[in-house]
């Protein structure tokens, strides 16, 4: 006999098809998720289970490509969880577009999400268990996309902590990800040592020139956070620090010298090379 296996997110498919099919028999649309609105809903023992978590509600938006958005869902009744999905064709679903929500106080959940396209999108809420039901709410808002230069702090020698939040400014290629820019100078030749250090990983850490085309990458971290960086000219350098997708929380970040390359000697005497 033929056995027949789907994978999580197979099944999660497959279980927001029927609901979606269910609607359709019913001839009852999905309840729509407006901009700037905050909607009443109940997860209940009716609505069916996704695979290996808890129930399933529904709704739909319209999102526009290059907007940033925040979906927020607050219940005191269950643990939640959110995801954006779309149907193909008003057939196939794809419920993992963006399925990384930050948790920024306890009963909140918020999904911030950038759609690869303007369209009809899926809103997913879902308890991370079974038996978890009862009331909730959910909001959608948009987030300021960042414009011009980035502010930028001072980075000293020694040790500057700082911390990611949802007012950052975000990566000009994933907007998931938090930036913060720091800037530092010293003669040419300088050799510096940049550690960054943090709960959130992976963290990102780049060193670069900073203008008005933007950040330009000369030196990115290694898997230890830190970067061995030489000042190849004069002006200002600029380290920028990348939270993981939708993470915020704190880090530090360390500027230290380096000592110079130790110059050998060669066996006849003479300066090594």
């Not at 909001?139 to 949802?166: I, K, M, N, Q, Y």
């Not at 933007?214 to 290694?222: D, E, K, N, P, Q």
Request: charged share 20%; net charge positive.
């Amino acid at each position: 006999m033929k056995m027949i296996s789907f994978t999580p997110a197979a099944a999660t498919a497959l279980a927001l098809a029927c609901v979606l099919a269910s609607c359709a028999g019913s001839q009852e649309p999905l309840p729509v998720l407006r901009m700037g609105e905050t909607v009443n809903g109940r997860i209940t023992e009716s609505d069916p289970p996704r695979f290996q978590g808890g129930r399933i509600r529904i709704y739909q938006l319209e999102a526009r490509e290059g907007v940033l958005y925040a979906a927020t869902l607050r219940s005191d009744a269950f643990d939640g969880y959110l995801m954006l999905g779309q149907q193909l064709h008003g057939i196939t679903d794809y419920p993992f577009l963006w399925a990384h929500p930050s948790r920024p106080a306890p009963g909140v959940v918020r999904l911030t999400f950038s759609p690869p396209h303007s369209g009809t999108f899926l809103i997913i809420v879902q308890s991370t268990r079974e038996e978890g039901t009862g009331p909730f709410t959910l909001s959608l808002a948009t987030l300021p996309v960042l414009e011009g230069p980035p502010t930028v702090a001072r980075l000293p020698g020694g040790e500057a902590r700082g911390a990611f939040s949802e007012r950052d400014a975000r990566h000009p290629d994933d907007p998931s990800r938090f930036v913060d820019h720091y800037r530092f100078d010293g003669p040419i030749g300088r050799r510096v040592r940049i550690t960054a250090r943090s709960a959130l990983q992976p963290l990102g850490v780049e060193v670069g020139a900073l203008g008005t085309a933007g950040f330009r990458t000369l030196a990115r971290a290694s898997t230890d956070g830190a970067i061995n960086f030489t000042i190849p000219g004069r002006g200002d350098w600029y380290v920028r620090v990348i939270s993981p997708p939708r993470a915020t929380g704190e880090y530090t970040l360390t500027l230290e010298d380096r000592p110079a390359a130790a110059a050998f000697t060669s066996a006849n005497g003479s300066p090594g090379r």
